[in-house]
């Protein structure tokens, strides 16, 4: 019996993730990893987490945090996600808000909702990996999405019906992404949302990284700028999706989704069929912990995180041999490199765990053809100063010699 005979299809376009075979390489005490993109556990609330789970299973609530709960999520966390979207300029109520098993179920739930065989998902080149393993299996093709709407949206649509579909939505993030660490400007959103119009399709606002900012000014969501246009929620095509793992804590699995509510219901239906709901003792205890002082939990990881940042940027100035460059990230946990064409970023790897037991992710990993293997990305969030000096300096000495 050939079991593999019996899968379908669509499970040949799923591929294994390169960063969670990468992350198995933490266990190892004498490589420095720049691989995952992971929080420093340091810096985790444990103290309150403690509080909030014990509150959460005294003889008062634990008839609550332990049982079946609606598919919505815990209601005192919508409402403060509520509360919280309000702050960024997306007035909504509980019944905007659907609570999900971190934002990549999300993600999986909107390629579920949204792709029929064939039909177009606009990524960035490079993207989220997670985004692109989500939405492999609904067997989209994947077009580049140009945030400065360059390409003309006949065009665009021209090439969706060719391939026997149609263009569903535009997926990025807009603040400090993942991979690049990249921005977009207030003009490149605006640009998005009138790109969108002109197809017809939805917008996916992955704000995974969005309280991580260093510097620079504050721009608004996306869907802030749309609601703010249009008046009504219910009208706006942008879908926000949110998460508390790279805030508070991922090991828990609780982001969101704020979306119009003709989307919310749809995707209630899913998360019915998925998994009933998400846990409700997570719910509550991340609800406890972003009551008692969000803000100040995040001011806290962003002076943290911006001197590493600093760390990086410095070491990557004073190690990396000409020819080689990278971005210097406003916030959120990544630097992006590029290297001279004709290099490829997995064999650099390979030598730079045999040679240095230094250790990043290959760039062509984030592109949807495998294009870009002249790059990488580099996690600056879970290393220390220490670690980050030195696992710089190890990787400009395996620069060197691949480009000598």
Request: proline residues 6%; glycine residues 8%; charged residues 20%.
């Amino acid at each position: 019996m050939q079991i593999d005979s019996f899968f379908a299809a669509r499970n040949s376009r799923m591929k294994a993730s390169e960063i969670r075979e990468l992350l198995k390489l933490l266990d190892q005490p004498d490589v420095i990893s720049f691989a995952g993109g992971i929080p420093d556990p340091a810096l985790f609330p444990a103290e309150k987490f403690r509080d909030a789970m014990a509150d959460a299973l005294s003889d008062q609530n634990q008839g609550l945090s332990l049982q079946y709960s609606t598919s919505e999520g815990y209601p005192p966390l919508r409402e403060w996600l509520a509360q919280r979207m309000t702050q960024l300029g997306v007035p909504c109520g509980a019944d905007n808000i659907l609570i999900t098993s971190g934002s990549q179920q999300a993600l999986d739930y909107l390629g579920k909702l949204f792709l029929s065989p064939n039909d177009t998902a606009l990524v960035g080149w490079p993207t989220y990996l997670g985004a692109l393993g989500a939405f492999n299996a609904y067997e989209p093709r994947f077009d580049r999405l140009d945030p400065m709407g360059n390409r003309a949206a006949a065009d665009v649509q021209a090439d969706a019906a060719a391939a026997g579909g149609k263009v569903k939505f535009s997926y990025l993030s807009p603040d400090f992404a993942n991979p690049t660490g990249i921005t977009l400007s207030l003009q490149e959103r605006q640009q998005v949302l009138a790109q969108a119009e002109a197809l017809d399709c939805m917008v996916i606002e992955d704000a995974a990284y969005q309280s991580l900012r260093y510097e620079g000014e504050e721009i608004p969501p996306i869907l802030s700028l749309e609601l703010t246009e249009k008046g009504d929620l219910d009208q706006c095509r942008t879908i926000y999706c949110g998460s508390f793992s790279k805030t508070l804590s991922p090991g828990l699995r609780i982001g969101w989704v704020c979306a119009a509510r003709p989307v919310i219901d749809q995707l209630v239906l899913l998360k019915q069929a998925g998994d009933l709901h998400t846990a409700t003792l997570n719910q509550m205890a991340v609800a406890h912990v972003a009551a008692d002082g969000f803000e100040d939990h995040t001011r806290l990881l962003c002076a943290h995180y911006k001197a590493r940042r600093d760390r990086m940027l410095a070491a990557l100035d004073q190690h990396m041999p000409k020819g080689v460059e990278w971005t210097r990230p406003e916030g959120g946990m990544f630097v992006w490199m590029t290297l001279p064409k004709g290099m490829d970023g997995a064999d650099l790897l390979a030598a730079a765990l045999r040679d240095e037991k230094v250790a990043f992710v290959p760039g062509g990993a984030f592109y949807p053809d495998d294009d870009g293997r002249n790059t990488l990305r580099l996690n600056f969030s879970s290393p220390n100063q220490a670690q980050i000096d030195e696992g710089i300096k190890r990787l400009g000495r395996v620069l060197r010699a691949a480009m000598s």
